[in-house]
């Protein structure tokens, strides 16, 4: 062995000697990276070691090359090693400062709820289901003639004064305009063109009317309507049904009025009233000083329109009522503005 290959070999063994001895003593990984640079870098004495194998003789290369690489490989495996053990007493130094105490209670899960008005809606559903009605939905667009005509609101008829309108179409003849719904009642004349009695459905569903909004008005909000028919049907089981309804949502105690009213889809028509809530009938601003609150408007089926529904009013009579979903709420809770329900502010949304 030539005097430079022997010299070679014994600065390997120093570079090996020192860079683990150095490595020994690191214990953070900024001085681990600069080590890195200074024993395996590019400008490294190892490298520079590796890269002057191509001026010794063949024999003496292969013996100091096969050298050269152990040291590379221990070096690297060295590092790898310390890297490990350098992370891992970071991570108990984080948890012992952090200490975990796995008997804290988690974090809590915000859990969704349904709306106060879907909630409204089922619950009113339900009532009436209890009773043997049927729930039944339709289309929120309809046609001039469900809407009105077959209703007994004719064109120029002073009641469509009482559903000022949000038209989908121009100004069409003969009942052919598309609309939003200004009520729930063409789901029932649809239904009565299918179906014979006896018939028992309640319908809830989005209605829409051209109305500036305030605190008691907005251009959408959602009605429950119902109707029933078969043979017989009296205004007897009209009060019957309504008064259990009111006892059922408001309380048994509840005090319930029942007095005459118009509608041209009803004859004779009524509306139903209750002690209002918030004063118990002493008269408050709630119910404008009277002690009552009106909630529902009713009544027998008009003949004609049993008549162009398809079901002849000699064999058939039938009841019908309708009533505003978002007021059942307010007058429970005391909520004093409709447009909250539709906000969709969370800190009112999740009172309910
Ligand atoms: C058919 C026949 C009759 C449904 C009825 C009312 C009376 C009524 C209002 C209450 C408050 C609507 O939301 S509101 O403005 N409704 O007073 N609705 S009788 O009568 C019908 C429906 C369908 C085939």
Redesign the pocket.
């Known amino acids: 062995m030539t005097l430079p290959t022997k010299a070679v070999l014994q600065q390997l063994e120093q570079i090996q000697k020192q860079a683990s001895e150095e490595l020994e003593k690191i214990n953070d990984p900024k001085e681990l990276q600069l080590w890195k640079v200074r024993y395996l870098g590019r400008k490294s004495r190892l490298t520079q070691v590796l890269r002057s194998l191509a001026t010794l003789p063949l024999e003496e290369r292969r013996k100091v090359g096969v050298r050269g690489n152990e040291v590379k490989n221990i070096l690297e495996s060295s590092l790898a090693e310390r890297e490990k053990i350098l992370e891992e007493a970071r991570i108990a130094s984080s948890l012992k400062y952090k200490k975990l105490d796995v008997t804290l209670p988690g974090q809590p899960l915000s859990v969704g709820r349904l709306h106060p008005i879907t909630q409204t809606l089922e619950e009113i559903c339900d009532i009436f289901k209890g009773m043997g009605f049927q729930v039944i939905e339709g289309p929120d667009v309809e046609w001039d003639y469900y809407n009105f005509e ?2 007994n609101i004719p064109q120029e008829h002073p009641a469509r004064d009482m559903f000022a309108t949000l038209w989908v179409d121009a100004e069409v003849e003969g009942g052919k305009a598309r609309l939003l719904r200004t ?1 729930t ?1 063409p789901v ?2 649809r239904l ?1 063109e299918k179906k014979r009695p006896p018939i028992r459905v309640v319908v809830p569903g989005r ?1 829409y009317r051209y109305e500036a909004t305030d605190a008691t008005h907005e251009s959408m ?1 959602y ?1 429950v ?1 119902g ?1 029933a028919i078969d043979k017989n049907i009296t205004m007897a089981d009209l009060k019957g049904t309504l008064f259990e309804f009111c006892r059922c949502l408001f309380g048994e105690e509840r005090k319930i009025r029942f007095r005459c ?1 118009y ?1 041209p ?2 004859e004779p ?1 009524a ?1 139903v009233a209750i002690e209002c809530l918030a004063c118990h009938g002493a008269g408050c601003r709630v119910c404008g000083y009277t002690g009552w609150v009106e909630i ?4 027998m ?2 003949p004609d ?1 049993l008549r162009r ?1 398809g079901i002849d009013p000699k064999a058939y009579s039938g009841f ?5 979903v978002e007021r059942m709420p307010m007058l429970r809770y005391g909520i004093d503005d409709i447009r909250l329900f539709y906000g969709n502010d969370l800190r009112f949304l999740k009172q309910f």
């Open positions: 077959a209703l009520h009642s029932q004349i009565m209605c909000f009605q309507e109707l009213d509608f889809f009803v028509g509306e529902l408007g009713a009544g089926v008009h329109v529904g019908a009522f309708g009533m505003g």
